[in-house]
């Protein structure tokens, strides 16, 4: 069974520059979650998606955005790019909330680096 | 904003030796995740302990959960030196945290053949 996969693996972006990154859930996941890891910073959540619907938001400001697509795909938008946006960002998905389970499952994540 | 901390920051052993980490949070848990992170890639799920269960094991590796004292230990026997990484302890919390892990700062292990 194939695990999350994310896209790109690696990615640089200048200053004020807009990306989108890309998330696909293990089969027959509901939720995607985005989580940010920068350095000195720790893992810090980002958002969730669940059944394509937003069910809840990190101290991300609105620069960050995403959806969830239909066959529960995910995108990660980061407008205004500013250097400390620089970070490996995560995205996990788990069986969702109709199920009930909580164990994330994480895929390998995308580098971004902002110059 | 960080959940947990984690004890210790470092440790480093010898292979075959065992290896204890804590966590401590803050707040009430539905559930205590263990993770583990080799070199910044991504995360790999060890175990999950809910609130009402005390102690889970997986293999090598043996939870605990003492929600009286908001502290969770993983203990990995018989270390290897591919445990060698950085391992993360992530809370589930109710309400307008529902849904989302809080993480600890981590505990990077280093493991000596």
């Known amino acids: 069974e194939a695990g999350v996969t994310q896209s790109p693996t690696h990615l640089i972006k200048t200053r004020g520059q807009q990306v989108t990154l890309r998330c696909s859930p293990i089969?027959?996941?509901?939720?995607v979650y985005w989580y940010q890891q920068a350095l000195g910073l720790g893992l810090q959540f980002l958002l969730w998606?669940?059944?394509?619907?937003?069910?809840n938001r990190g101290n991300f400001p609105p620069r960050f955005s995403g959806r969830q697509f239909p066959n529960y795909s995910s995108e990660l938008n980061v407008n205004a790019l500013e250097l400390e946006d620089s970070a490996l960002y995560l995205c996990?998905?788990?069986?969702?909330?109709?199920?009930?389970?909580?164990?994330?499952?994480f895929g390998p994540g995308t580098r971004l680096t902002v110059l | 904003s960080q959940q947990g901390e984690e004890d210790p920051q470092a440790l480093s052993i010898q292979e075959g030796e065992n290896a204890t980490m804590n966590c401590s949070y803050k707040?009430?848990?539905?559930?205590l995740q263990w993770y583990r992170q080799n070199s910044g890639r991504g995360l790999v799920h060890l175990i999950l302990i809910r609130s009402n269960e005390r102690e889970k094991h997986s293999g090598r590796l043996r939870v605990t959960l003492d929600t009286s004292k908001k502290s969770s230990s993983l203990l990995i026997t018989a270390s290897r030196a591919a445990d060698t990484a950085s391992y993360f302890c992530a809370t589930v919390s109710g309400g307008t945290s529902y849904g989302k892990l809080t993480f600890g700062q981590g505990t990077i292990l280093t493991v000596h053949p």
């Open positions: 998606y669940d059944e394509g619907e937003e069910r």
């Open positions: 996990a998905s788990s069986l969702g909330l109709a199920v009930g389970r909580d164990e994330q499952f």
């Open positions: 707040t009430s848990i539905n559930n």
């Open positions: 089969s027959g996941h509901t939720s």
